[in-house]
Nanobody, 122 residues
């Protein structure tokens, strides 16, 4: 699976962004899809994941209630709607595809996009 993330940019605190991740190459609906982020000098961390059919979504505590993950299997795309953004959300955001297990563990994901930078100013 090839993954192409987009939608990052500069936004003021309290603002919103929507990230997209377009997939190609294999059957998109076969994969759990996740979003991770990595801030400068920090480890990559789990943000959100969504099951193959889009029925179940999981979130890191730090983004719960502010971010929403969704997917459109007909368009081979997963989204991350980010609202009420905070400066601490500043990071490179990566989408990933993997088997439907241990959704918060980056090691289980087989395919990664190139990342898109989100910068939140205070």
């Amino acid at each position: 699976v090839q993954l192409q993330a987009s939608g990052g940019g500069l936004v003021q605190a309290g603002g919103s962004l929507r990230l997209s991740c377009a997939a190609s190459g294999r059957t998109f609906s076969n994969y759990l899809m996740g979003w991770f982020r990595q801030a400068p000098g920090k480890e990559r961390e789990f943000v959100a994941a969504i099951t193959r059919g889009g029925v179940y979504a999981y979130y890191a505590d730090s983004v719960k209630g502010r971010f929403t993950i969704s997917r459109n299997n007909a368009k081979n795309t997963v989204y991350l709607q980010m609202n009420s953004l905070k400066p601490e959300d500043t990071a490179v955001y990566y989408c990933a595809a993997g088997p439907q297990t241990n959704y918060a563990d980056a090691a289980i994901y087989d395919y990664w996009g190139q990342g898109t930078l989100v910068t939140v100013s205070s």
